[in-house]
C-alpha cells in the first residue's frame, strides 16, 4: 500500500498562460494498493458523491497510463482519495488527481520511471504544464513545450510570500473557461504578456516584492473569463487597495488568489465582501507555498 500526498497549483499566475504555475499546502491524499480482483475506489471530502468510482475514475485512468508505459499488470486496485482541493474551482484538483494516481501506480509497479517521465506522462494527460508540474515538483515551475520537447525551470519561491484564496460556491469547468479566450489576439497584448512574464520570473528569482506586484498582470485570458466570474474586477480592485501585492485568477477559475505579504485577514474580508454584491458566496483560504511537490506519506 502506498499513500501519496500531492498539493493544490493555481496556474497561469497572470501572464504565464499554460506555461507557470504554483503548489499550496493544500492537498489531496491518493492511497492505493494491489488487491485481489476488480477495482474498489472510495472518496472522502471533495468531490464526494460527484467522483465517479469506476473506470472512468481520473486517478485510475492516471495509474493505467503508468501500469501501460512500464508494462504492470495488477489483478485488482483499491484505492481511497482524500480530497481537500475544492473541485471545478481553478485550484488544480484534476492535475493532483493526475499525479497522484501516477506516482502511486510507479511504487507500486517497482518505481521504473523517474520524475521526469511521470511530468511527461502527466502533462500528456493533461494536456499543459502549468498545474501537473507544480503539482509533482512543489514551488513555481515555468515550462514550455510538450512531449519530448519539455523545457521547464522550477523556482524557489520566494520568503514571505503568501496568498489568500477566495473560492466561489459555484463551479467553472474549464472547457468552459477555454471557450471564453479568443483563438487570436492582438500583437501588442501578446507583447504585453511576454515581457510581464519575463519580469514576473524576474521578480520571483530575485524575491523582488514590488516589481512582482507590478508585473502579475494579464491581457490574454483573464478580461475574458472574468464575464463568467460576477464581481472578479471589483474584488481584484478591493483586494488590491486592502494591500494585497497582486491579485490573479486561479487557473480556469472560478477562485481568485491574492499574493500578500502581510494583512491576510483584511485582504480575506474585502474579497468576500467584494463578491457579495453580486450575489456570489465564497469562502476564503489562506495559503502557503508548498515547496516539495507531490511526496510519498511515511
Known sequence: MVKVRVPATSANLGPGYDTMGMAFNLYNYVTMEESGTGLNISVQGEGKGEIPLNEDNIVFQAAC????????????LKILLENNIPVTRGLGSSASTIVGGMMAANIISGEKLDKEHLLLLAINMEGHPDNVAPALLGGVVVAAGFNELLNYVKIEVPDGLNAVAAIPDFPLATKTAREAVPKEVSLSDAVFNIGHASLLVAALMKSDFNLLGKVMEDKLHQKYRSLLIP????????????????????????????????????????MKDGFAPFNVSCRTIYLFPERDGAVVMP
Request: aromatic share 8%; hydrophobic share 40%; net charge positive.
Open 231 to 270: 464581481g472578479m474586477e471589483e474584488v481584484f480592485s478591493a483586494a488590491k487597495r486592502a494591500g494585497a501585492l497582486a491579485v490573479t485568477l486561479s487557473g480556469a477559475g472560478p477562485t481568485l488568489v491574492a499574493f500578500t505579504t502581510g494583512k491576510e485577514k483584511e485582504i480575506a474580508q474585502v
Open 65 to 76: 497510463r503508468v501500469f501501460q508505459e512500464v508494462n504492470y499488470h495488477p489483478k485488482g
